[in-house]
């Protein structure tokens, strides 16, 4: 995609990648508008960024969704790109019974998020003479932590459902990308400091120069092995990777 002359409206913009990236677009020229569920958040962030707008939002809301979508359209008939970023991504155990609530919760942020956001700005996008769908997967939609079972089933989903829209959009002026983040040091789970965690700012910058390519994957260089793990003999890899987890767990909490 471009990186500049762009409006683009992020999903989750409010912390982590969400915000790194929609800063790392502001400081490049483009209007970026952040959503979120909390206002306080959204203002912290356009404050801090003038000439950043914001809007309240809440993605496993349909009715939310469609509010916004309609508002963004109208007050900025140029915007170009959609980046579904918002996301959760709690600990789980399926080896045993799971709280059918929180999965639920989860698939609908994760996976019916997305979709529903891109389904409501579709159309509008199609009318542009370039446009992109941004989708932040993760590498767990190739190589799974068996401790978060769940979320990464939704981001396996959500590549899966990239690769069809990507398809079906062909003939089109819109482009789909998936941004695969390794583990990143943010606050999705706790942030720590942990050296197995990418730093932000160094994920913004290789991230970056990766969109600005035609891939339709971008991914950074550390987890290529990994992304290229799928396939008959994936589950050496999955097991090794998992057992390296249960041998050094992910800090949890303060």
Not at 26 to 40: D, E, F, M, P
Not at 52 to 74: C, G, N, Y
């Amino acid at each position: 995609m471009k990186l500049t002359g762009n409006t683009i409206f992020i999903t989750g913009g409010t912390s982590g990648i969400g915000r790194g990236m929609a800063e790392a677009f502001h400081k490049l020229g483009n209007q970026v508008i952040i959503s979120g569920r909390r206002t306080a958040l959204l203002k912290e962030v356009t404050e801090a960024n003038p000439g950043m707008a914001s809007i309240e939002l809440d993605v496993t809301d349909p009715d939310s969704i469609k509010t916004a979508a309609r508002h963004l359209i109208d007050t900025y008939p140029a915007l170009n790109v959609v980046f579904n970023n918002a996301g959760f991504m709690p600990f789980d155990d399926v080896s045993g019974p799971i709280d059918d609530a929180v999965a639920q919760d989860l698939i609908t942020t994760n996976l019916l998020g997305p979709i529903r956001v891109t389904s409501a700005f579709i159309e509008h996008l199609k009318s542009q003479p370039e446009a992109t769908v941004l989708y932040t997967s993760s590498v767990l939609a190739f190589v799974p932590i068996a401790s978060n079972a769940i979320y990464s089933a939704t981001k396996a989903a959500l590549h899966s459902y990239a690769l069809s829209q990507r398809f079906q959009l062909r003939d089109t002026s819109v482009r789909v990308q998936e941004i695969a983040p390794p583990w990143v040091d943010t606050d999705l789970i706790y942030k720590s400091g942990d050296p197995r965690a990418m730093p932000l700012p160094q994920f913004i910058e290789q991230t970056l120069a990766a969109l600005a390519t035609d891939d339709p994957e971008v991914i950074v260089d550390a987890i290529r092995p990994l992304r290229d793990n799928p396939g008959s003999n994936e589950h050496t890899l999955f097991h090794a990777f998992n057992q390296s987890i249960v041998d050094n767990p992910i800090p949890v909490g303060a």
